[in-house]
């Protein structure tokens, strides 16, 4: 991750995590390759695969809605299930790559994402943990 993200920082892109994840997903992911901006340049030079792969997939945005589907499954069909043995029946509420149990469950809500994705892609995700208080993060 700290590769990555080094990698494509130029003094355009020099930013936060969350502002560079928005515009690799803007420009990469689903910008299309007529709205592809110099950031492309240095994605296809860093991730030769990828990009390659981002090309033969015919639009970056069928990519990205691929990518997505298999999300939502490891969720709903690995962690999901998983959650309902392990937290013996406390609820969980999903809203697309998110989870919502109670405060007491999270590390163990992490853990089994954690555990699922290294399973099902052999990658390692970023979980975070953000706790609502009367409805809304802090």
């Not at 689903?30 to 994605?43: L, N, V």
């Not at 970023?126 to 993060?137: A, M, T």
Request: proline residues 4%.
């Amino acid at each position: 991750q700290a590769d990555c993200e080094q990698s494509l920082q130029t003094p355009q892109y020099s930013q936060s995590r969350a502002s560079f994840k928005k515009s690799l997903m803007v420009e990469v992911l689903f910008g299309g390759r007529e709205h592809r901006a110099s950031i492309w340049e240095a994605f296809s030079q860093q991730f030769p695969e990828l990009a390659r792969l981002l090309n033969d997939f015919g639009t970056s945005s069928a990519l990205a809605l691929h990518l997505q589907k298999m999300e939502a499954s490891i969720i709903i069909d690995k962690v999901v299930p998983r959650l309902a043995c392990e937290l013996e029946g406390r609820p969980v509420l999903t809203l697309h790559d998110a989870i919502f149990c109670v405060e007491t469950d999270a590390n163990v809500v992490a853990a089994v994402m954690l555990e699922e994705f290294q399973r099902f892609l052999e990658i390692t995700p970023v979980v975070k943990i953000n706790l609502l208080r009367d409805g809304r993060p802090q």
